[in-house]
């Protein structure tokens, strides 16, 4: 008889031992990922264009909608480690000696095996969730329509009076945070390793909660660049998001021990 979900995730977690780190060793996971990005560009940088492509569609399509917008580009920091698998795969060929290039990057994808789409779904649904909460939060809480991105600087952000800022920033952090814990290494741990999703988050958590610290540092310094990679029209993504990638990689590396026979 198959054991019951969870005790089984339980086993699943118990035989992937997690390490602690430094507190900064979030700058190193971003050095190796720079690294990894020079030794094999293609890849990343073809994924980062799409990015930057897909992102610049969303703007043209919800520009007079920028409740909209904001919800969907806040929301693309939910799903983004599932896009980034294909270099996950890269950084692992790399660490192997192995040869990497697009074709490995895309190899992820044959669906051979449902567990990282399964959990793709997942995070589209957690991603949605934000840009239907963002969208309600700013419209039924602002005092009038907020169409464009100086509207939302000026009657949101910079508001001399009220807290919908200050309520929008909360109530995504709220969202936000156990995705976050969820999915920091659970993503690359289900690529390299035979684990069920939930095993996966479990492990995800555990790591988060060895490590507040430092993962938080890894949380601040992801959103961080991202939003600096969206600033000069999506172009900074290009290069932003595939070293992003790289680096998440290093993380597991960091975080999971080798697995326990």
Same mark, same amino acid.
């Given at each position: 008889m198959?054991p019951?979900?969870?005790?089984?995730?339980?086993?699943?977690t118990?035989?992937?031992?997690v390490?602690?780190?430094?507190?900064?060793?979030?700058?190193?996971?971003? &050095? @190796?990922?720079?690294?990894?990005?020079?030794?094999?560009?293609?890849?990343?940088?073809?994924?980062?264009?799409?990015l930057?492509?897909?992102?610049?569609?969303?703007? @043209?399509v919800a520009?007079?909608?920028?409740?909209?917008? $904001?919800?969907?580009f806040?929301?693309?920091?939910?799903?983004?480690?599932?896009? *980034?698998?294909?270099?996950?795969?890269?950084?692992r060929?790399?660490?192997?000696?192995?040869?990497?290039? @697009?074709?490995? &990057?895309l190899?992820?994808?044959?669906?051979?095996?449902?567990?990282?789409?399964?959990?793709g779904? @997942?995070?589209?649904? &957690?991603?949605?969730?934000?840009?239907? $909460?963002s969208?309600?939060?700013?419209?039924g809480l602002s005092?009038?329509?907020? $169409?464009?991105?100086?509207?939302f600087?000026?009657?949101?952000?910079l508001?001399?009076?009220?807290?919908?800022?200050e309520v929008?920033?909360?109530?995504?952090?709220?969202?936000?945070?156990?995705?976050?814990?969820?999915?920091?290494?659970?993503?690359?741990?289900?690529?390299?390793?035979?684990?069920?999703?939930?095993g996966?988050?479990?492990?995800?958590?555990?790591?988060?909660?060895?490590?507040?610290?430092?993962?938080?540092?890894?949380?601040?310094?992801?959103?961080?660049? $991202?939003v600096?990679?969206?600033l000069?029209?999506m172009l900074?993504?290009?290069?932003?998001?595939?070293?992003?990638?790289? *680096?998440?990689?290093?993380?597991?590396?960091?975080?999971?021990?080798?697995e326990?026979?």
């Amino acid at each position: 008889m198959t054991p019951p979900l969870a005790p089984r995730a339980l086993q699943d977690t118990r035989r992937h031992a997690v390490r602690r780190i430094g507190l900064l060793q979030p700058l190193y996971w971003l &050095a @190796l990922g720079w690294r990894d990005l020079r030794r094999c560009p293609a890849p990343g940088l073809l994924h980062g264009l799409a990015l930057a492509a897909f992102g610049l569609l969303l703007a @043209l399509v919800a520009h007079r909608q920028f409740w909209l917008l $904001t919800g969907a580009f806040t929301g693309f920091l939910l799903v983004g480690p599932i896009v *980034a698998t294909g270099l996950y795969q890269v950084s692992r060929r790399l660490e192997r000696g192995e040869p990497a290039d @697009l074709g490995s &990057a895309l190899q992820v994808w044959v669906p051979n095996d449902g567990r990282l789409v399964v959990f793709g779904v @997942l995070l589209a649904f &957690a991603g949605t969730g934000w840009v239907v $909460t963002s969208a309600a939060v700013i419209t039924g809480l602002s005092p009038e329509p907020i $169409t464009d991105p100086l509207m939302f600087l000026r009657r949101v952000v910079l508001a001399e009076q009220g807290w919908l800022f200050e309520v929008w920033l909360g109530v995504g952090a709220l969202l936000a945070a156990p995705v976050f814990a969820s999915s920091v290494v659970a993503i690359p741990l289900l690529l390299d390793r035979r684990i069920g999703i939930l095993g996966a988050v479990f492990t995800s958590w555990r790591a988060v909660l060895e490590n507040p610290a430092p993962l938080a540092l890894w949380a601040v310094l992801l959103t961080g660049l $991202t939003v600096l990679g969206m600033l000069p029209a999506m172009l900074g993504l290009v290069v932003v998001a595939p070293w992003l990638a790289h *680096a998440s990689w290093h993380a597991y590396r960091d975080l999971v021990a080798p697995e326990q026979a």
